[in-house]
């Protein structure tokens, strides 16, 4: 009875196993058009906020002298 109890629990482990690889080979999926667009508005808002940082230290830096 043991054994078939410990065999059991081995096909489990290997099929938990095997399924975790698969699934991180799919990690790469596609992104859908609309996640595209968002993401590309984000990046847009993100790099116009950094710019806006670097001209108000500039300023400050400026002001300073």
């Not at 081995?10 to 790469?28: K, Y």
């Not at 710019?51 to 400026?62: D, F, M, T, V």
């Amino acid at each position: 009875m043991k054994k078939y109890i410990l065999l059991i629990m081995m096909c489990v482990s290997l099929q938990s196993f095997a399924f975790g690889l698969s699934g991180l080979g799919n990690m790469n999926f596609e992104k859908s058009p609309s996640t595209k667009q968002t993401d590309k508005e984000s990046n847009k808002s993100k790099k116009e906020k950094l710019l806006k940082e670097k001209a108000e230290h500039s300023r400050k830096l400026a002001s300073k002298n």
